[in-house]
């Protein structure tokens, strides 16, 4: 069963993350189906604007913890391979954040060109409190966006970000009323979509000319980084903690 769904409204390829019932956690499947997605539509002709949102309540809760350790397939492409996807990226790449955004949920914000969020949306980075490290280039893309010291506590802290405040520390561009938000996506994305691709692409192309090899470099040191942590101490506390419903006890890490 496909856990993305598209659909091409006009020139616009709505890309759904369609596993509600898990909140649109990441999968091994969600991240190989997500970066064949970006693939398909970069040399699609019919394409000029790709859209990103969630099925269901959530725009996506991040990695799929209860599935950490288990039988997953073996990924085609995995979190590399999609975000050097989302990365390379030629065309206006738009999220819809609408809902709960989590994780890669919240860090594939830094990588939209624009990313638009329903009041009710909120953001955590939850990787200390998972005894891992940021990923999705956002070491260096939300210090971009939100200045160093927003960007430094909210990666650190592990704390949830309101849609307003996310709004305002520059990581959302607009916030819009629940009810309102796929109207307003819709209508932002048709603007883009009315305009000549060729000049799309290049003005694209030139804003991140410097941007793209800086980025999969981040990407493959984050990589690296999770690598080493996973499966360490304060993670593997954390997702027994996780499992039991109860708070991890780092005190000793």
């Known amino acids: 069963m496909k856990v993305v769904r598209q659909e091409m409204r006009g020139a616009v390829r709505w890309v759904i993350m369609d596993r509600p019932d898990s909140l649109n956690a990441f999968s091994a499947e969600l991240m190989d189906e997500l970066a064949d997605a970006f693939i398909e539509a970069a040399v699609d002709q019919a394409t000029k604007v790709l859209v990103l949102t969630g099925a269901g309540r959530a725009f996506s809760a991040g990695a799929d913890l209860k599935s950490m350790g288990g039988n997953q397939a073996t990924p085609r492409h995995g979190l590399k391979g999609l975000l050097h996807a989302v990365i390379d990226f030629p065309k206006p790449f738009l999220i819809a954040a609408n809902g709960l955004g989590v994780g890669i ?71 819009y009323p629940d009810d309102e938000l796929l109207g307003e996506v819709t209508r932002r994305a048709e603007v883009l979509a009315e305009l000549p691709i060729a000049s799309l692409m290049k003005t694209k192309a030139l804003m991140t000319r410097s941007r793209n090899d800086e980025l999969k470099v981040a990407v493959d040191l984050e990589n690296a980084a999770l690598d080493q942590l996973a499966g360490g101490p304060a993670n593997k506390e954390a997702l027994l903690a996780f499992k039991a419903k109860r708070p991890p006890d780092f005190s000793l890490l």
Do not use: N
């Not at 830094?110 to 990313?115: F, N, Q, Y």
């Not at 506590?153 to 607009?174: C, M, P, Q, R, V």
């Open 105 to 175: 949920g919240c860090t594939l914000l830094g990588l939209a060109d624009t990313a638009l969020a329903a009041a009710s949306s909120r953001f955590r980075c939850p990787f200390s409190a998972l005894g891992l490290t940021a990923e999705a280039a956002s070491t260096v893309t939300f210090a971009r966006l939100m200045g160093y010291q927003r960007a430094s506590w909210f990666l650190l802290s592990s704390e949830w970000l309101s849609a307003e405040k996310a709004s305002e520390y520059g990581l959302i561009h607009t916030v």
